[in-house]
Structures are given as C-alpha cells and as structure tokens.
C-alpha cells in the first residue's frame, strides 16, 4: 500500500470515529448560550417549585408548546393539578439528558413525569439509536426522581419524509413499558388513521399541534394519569 493511500484511509476512519463519537443521543450534550439561558431557568423553577410539583412535562417544543397553544387546555386541566413544564424547543434526547444530569429535576417528587422526545433526533440518527436515547433519558429522569411513575409518550405522527421512522422509534420504545414505574402510552391513533395524518389537529407544519391537538393529547392520556394517581 502506498503512502497516500494509507494516509486517505487514516483520514477517513478518523472522520467516520468523529462524526460517530459526535453522534450518540445518548451521550448528555448542551446546545447554546441561549439555551443555556433556558435550562437555567428550568433550573429556578425547580428550585422555587421543589415541593408544589405534582406532574411534570418533559420534552421539546411540541411539549414546550403547551405554554403556546396548548395554553387553554393546560390551564383548565394542569395547573390546577400543580403541572409544571419542562419542554424546550429544538431538543434531541442528548439535551434533555444534559439538563437531567445538571439540575433540572434534582429534589422533585412528582407522582408523574411525562416524557415525551425524540422527533427532533428523527433527522440525524437511527431508529435504533434514538430508541436508546429515549431508553437513557427514562432512565435518568427515574435516577433523579426514583418515586416518580414515567409516562412515556410515543412521538407523534408527522409529515414524511420522517413520518414513517418515528413510528418505528415508537415501536422499539413501546417495549420500555414495565408496567411498574414505566408506562408507555402511544396515542398515534388519535392523530392518524390507516396512514392519513389528522392535520386538523396540527399547525401547517404538520409537526407541531394546534389548539385541538392538545385537547386530543389531554383527552387521550387523561384515563391513564388517572389510574397512575387517583388523586391527580
Ligand atoms: C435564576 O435564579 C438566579 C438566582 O435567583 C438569578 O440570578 C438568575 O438570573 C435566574 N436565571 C434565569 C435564567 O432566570
Ligand atoms: C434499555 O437499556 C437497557 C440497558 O441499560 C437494556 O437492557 C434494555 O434492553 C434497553 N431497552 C430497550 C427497549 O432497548
């Protein structure tokens, strides 16, 4: 073998371990400065909250969007039930894990957190690997709030070209269900019948919901909440 050939085969395997070692969901990843603003105010919720939080909502702007238009619908059925959010926009598995593992929810006992994740890693990683990233960040979050019952929400339907591979992720994630402190609830069916995306329940980027799309979401896990904590 030649030189130049040798050193092309050097300078390739080091780029393919480099974009690999860069692209574990699993491994905790912080974003930017702004988002650090962010989780550090998550950070002061927790802190001032510590002992009211009930339930709480973990995720990205889907579960973020609660505060958006969701607003309504929470209003009605989570605030007075002490709910406290934890979404923030963008977010893959790694950033939520970062936020597990630096503060977020140290201290809380909620009698449910519910977790939803893994749209955002639909673009840039396997099903395989995102099933992974959802499997540590349960993990995590249990690790922190070992009393807490997870409610572990399948990823929505939405538009191709990623429609399909979430749906994928949900059925390896569905098998995190244990029935003890992990429940895995996928509430696809009432967002898609035989392939047809209920798009009256989103906005026009066929991703995020609109007003009724969180009613549906409250409407459909509300049964399981239910039997999880009576008193909720
Ligand atoms: C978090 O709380 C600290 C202490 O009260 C405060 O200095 C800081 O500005 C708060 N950060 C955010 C992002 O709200
Ligand atoms: C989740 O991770 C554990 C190892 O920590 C593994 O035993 C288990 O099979 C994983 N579950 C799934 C559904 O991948």
Redesign the pocket.
Known sequence: MNTTIMLSLIVVSVLVLGISAQNHPWDPQPRDANWLKRHEALVNQTLQHKTEEQIVFVGDSITEGWAGNGKAVWAKYYTPRHTFNYGIGGDQTQHVIYRIQNKEFDGLNPKVTILMIGTNNAGGNTVEDI??GV?ETV?ELLGKMPNTKVILLGVLPRAEPLGAKVKQVNE??A??NNDKNVFFLDMWSAYETDGKQHTELYVSDKLHLNEKGYEVWQQTMEPLLKKLDPTL
């Open positions: 099933a992974h499997n993990k390896l994630i098998k995190l």
